[in-house]
């Protein structure tokens, strides 16, 4: 199986299902509140959780921003020279401890680089939903991505 691909392997308006998914434990939250040194009560405390009148415990928005990254990299960014930013990342639902985790990501746009012939830059999209298909994260980012023959 190939790891990332090529800046001639993307093609615009490709979406690309990532697999495998990710069910969030509360471990996994707790974690890496711990680890962020995230202290909020809403991530660290099931009753505190509770007593805000949630459902269950949410996930921290940050650990479903690395998972979502992390889901993508083999399908997109595995062979990338650089990441080049994120230009937006939008939560539109809470993830909630329990859930899994499912991304997809679509190519935007492409561009050979003006300075590098062996390189170019490429515009996706990734969305993370969860176990029902509700969509809770995209974020836009773009990558360099080396030419085939350039390496």
């Known amino acids: 199986m190939p790891f990332g691909r090529y800046y001639e392997d993307f093609e615009v308006?490709?979406?690309?299902?990532?697999?495998?998914?990710?069910t969030?434990?509360?471990?996994?939250n707790t974690w890496f509140a711990l680890l962020?040194?995230?202290q909020h009560p809403l991530y660290i405390d099931r009753h505190y959780a509770?007593?805000?009148n949630v459902a269950a415990q949410p996930v921290i928005e940050t650990l479903v921003f690395s998972l979502l990254v992390g889901i993508s990299v083999s399908d997109t960014s595995g062979k990338a020279?650089?990441?080049?930013?994120?230009e937006s990342v939008k939560f539109e639902a809470p993830?909630?401890?329990g859930d899994s985790l499912y991304a997809e990501s679509e190519v935007?746009?492409?561009r050979e680089s003006a300075s590098k012939p062996d390189r170019g830059i490429v515009?996706?999209?990734?969305?993370?939903?969860n176990q029902r298909r509700e969509r809770i994260v995209v974020l836009r980012r773009r990558l360099l991505a080396p030419r085939r023959n350039s390496t």
């Open 81 to 86: 020279i650089a990441n080049l930013g994120f």
């Open 123 to 129: 515009a996706i999209e990734t969305r993370g939903f």
């Open 95 to 97: 993830l909630l401890v």
């Open 13 to 22: 308006g490709a979406i690309y299902p990532h697999w495998p998914g990710r």
């Open 24 to 28: 969030i434990a509360e471990y996994d």
């Open 50 to 52: 509770y007593q805000q």
């Open 36 to 38: 962020s040194m995230s």
């Open 108 to 110: 935007l746009e492409k």
